[in-house]
């Protein structure tokens, strides 16, 4: 009930406070966030390329709808690599990175969109312990370079960083442009990997094998180095 005196659109304006409230808008990502993973894990969308659906379209509709479909997988936690393979073989090398590069752009894009609107106004506040408050400082202050390096880093969640920076306050050209930069190379090796997979006795998907292992083994190292340096502290 209304209070006395109470002017009649009082309770519809606190009702709206609630709902648009920074924490309202974050638990509506969260529930996003999980609906999308089940739907994935109840669709899985690795049928989709063993059903060959791709192979009834031709050109550059082949490579618009296969971009847009791993944009979409990409924000429900699909992971990046098995995408990638897949751009290879029913894409080849050309056409397959250019997909991938168009949908793993698509993807950031989305997902940091979701992340600034839903859950950057609630979450900020808790950067408070020292390595969240630097990891925020140096995306805000360093965009383009911190963000690059991360897609070059291979092994870090794609869905998770792409909300990370989205908590922080980089800007979206520089997050963009390095995600598109960044992610060449490893998408690259992937794609190939996928394209050649027939012919493993090729020197492309011997070199695009080579390089992930070798770059898999770079980061299991460094994370281990982390690891041990946040314990020596």
């Not at 550059?60 to 944009?71: H, I, M, N, R, S």
Request: net charge positive; with cysteine; glycine share 12%.
């Amino acid at each position: 009930m209304l209070e006395p005196g109470a002017p009649p659109g009082g309770l519809a304006v606190r009702c709206a406070r609630v709902l648009f409230s920074p924490w309202a808008r974050l638990g509506l990502l969260l529930v996003l966030l999980a609906c999308a993973a089940a739907g994935m894990l109840v669709w899985r969308p690795q049928r989709l390329l063993a059903d060959g659906w791709l192979g009834q379209l031709s050109g550059p509709t082949a490579l618009v709808v296969f971009a847009l479909a791993y944009g979409v997988c990409t924000t429900a936690f699909v992971p990046r690599p098995l995408l990638n393979v897949a751009a290879g073989v029913a894409l080849g090398s050309q056409a397959g990175l250019v997909a991938a590069l168009a949908g793993t752009v698509l993807g950031a894009g989305a997902t940091f969109g979701l992340g600034r609107l839903l859950g950057q106004e609630a979450l900020r506040p808790l950067l408070r312990a020292r390595w969240l408050a630097a990891a925020d400082r140096q995306l805000s202050e360093h965009g383009f370079r911190s963000v690059l390096a991360v897609r070059l880093f291979p092994g870090l969640p794609f869905c998770a960083t792409n909300y990370c920076a989205a908590v922080s306050r980089v800007r979206w050209l520089p997050y963009l442009l390095a995600t598109a930069l960044g992610s060449v190379p490893n998408t690259a090796a992937y794609v190939i990997a996928g394209a050649r997979a027939g012919a493993p006795d090729s020197p492309a998907f011997l070199l695009s094998m080579g390089f992930i292992v070798l770059t898999g083994g770079g980061a299991l190292m460094v994370a281990w180095h982390k690891r041990e340096a946040l314990r020596g502290r």
